[in-house]
């Protein structure tokens, strides 16, 4: 028998999309709520509640290394509309690598605008901000750095039950997620609902976002050179750098890298100015 829908778990679904992935574990709980109502009416009842696992798992893997990739994408593609730094997300592999770039990437980085802000009279934001992201990171990490494993036997046999009809409206199967479309919904949604952001100004976050990469292509080849020219000097009057770098054959290159560094950092502004004027 094909289990019963209620009335009002049909109803929430009226307005869903019919390609949308956001309200699978919705769908799932309904579609065992119907067959507990169903069930409710038969004679033989289980010993103990049956368990429905809406997990994507081994039905529908994402690794980290898609999931990194992913994300990043999406924030690319709808960035934020006041952003200092451009988004990127990376899974620490140890814990040592987490503190390292919690401190060097967010903490010293947030302490130095806090403290340019103060001088200016502007309260510290980032510190507290990047002390909440670190909270919430250590209490999500018994979910992210523990390998889960969760049965679909129930699932799957509840979703061999369902009619035609039922399994069309209560979609929740996690190997129709399509998991580019799920994390950009996401994405999107923090950046209208959660922050109230107007999707109005999706152009000027792009162009910010595109100063903001030539900022990182520029500052990044200056300090480059810089480090690159005080090797030069520290080798003049230091002789076992000198005989350090005799011995690695550095020194030879160095002129090598630092023009080209120069020529490539030039292309790149004589480039970035020709195709968009006006983000300058």
Not at 195 to 200: F, G, T
Not at 226 to 237: E, G
Not at 270 to 278: D, F, G, Q
Request: aromatic content about 12%.
């Amino acid at each position: 028998a094909t289990p019963r829908r209620p009335s009002l778990l049909e109803r929430s679904f009226s307005d869903r999309a019919p390609d949308s992935t956001a309200g699978v574990g919705v769908a799932a709980v309904a579609a065992a709520a119907a067959a507990a109502a169903d069930a409710a009416d038969t004679a033989s009842l289980p010993l103990f509640p049956t368990v429905y696992n809406c997990t994507s798992g081994d039905r529908n893997p994402l690794g980290w290394g898609p999931n990194t990739a992913y994300v990043v994408d999406a924030w690319k593609r709808f960035p934020l509309d006041e952003v200092m730094r451009r988004p990127k997300f990376k899974p620490a592999e140890s814990w040592f690598e987490y503190e390292f770039w919690h401190v060097f990437s967010h903490r010293l980085p947030a302490l130095l605008v806090d403290t340019a802000g103060r001088l200016v009279g502007r309260k510290p934001r980032l510190t507290r901000l990047y002390a909440k992201l670190d909270q919430h990171t250590r209490t999500y990490a018994s979910f992210t750095c523990t390998n889960w494993s969760w049965g679909w036997r129930n699932s799957e046999r509840l979703l061999q039950e369902l009619s035609s009809v039922d399994r069309a409206t209560f979609a929740f199967d996690p190997a129709a997620i399509r998991w580019p479309a799920y994390i950009e919904d996401y994405v999107v949604g923090l950046k209208k609902f959660v922050l109230k952001e107007d999707m109005a100004n999706l152009v000027t976050a792009l162009r910010a976002q595109r100063r903001l990469r030539w900022f990182r292509v520029i500052f990044t080849s200056l300090v480059l050179v810089a480090l690159l020219r005080v090797l030069v000097a520290l080798r003049k009057r230091s002789p076992v750098l000198r005989s350090a770098l005799g011995l690695l054959q550095i020194h030879r290159s160095i002129p090598f890298i630092v023009m080209p560094v120069y020529k490539g950092l030039a292309a790149v502004i004589l480039a970035a100015t020709a195709a968009n004027p006006s983000a300058t």
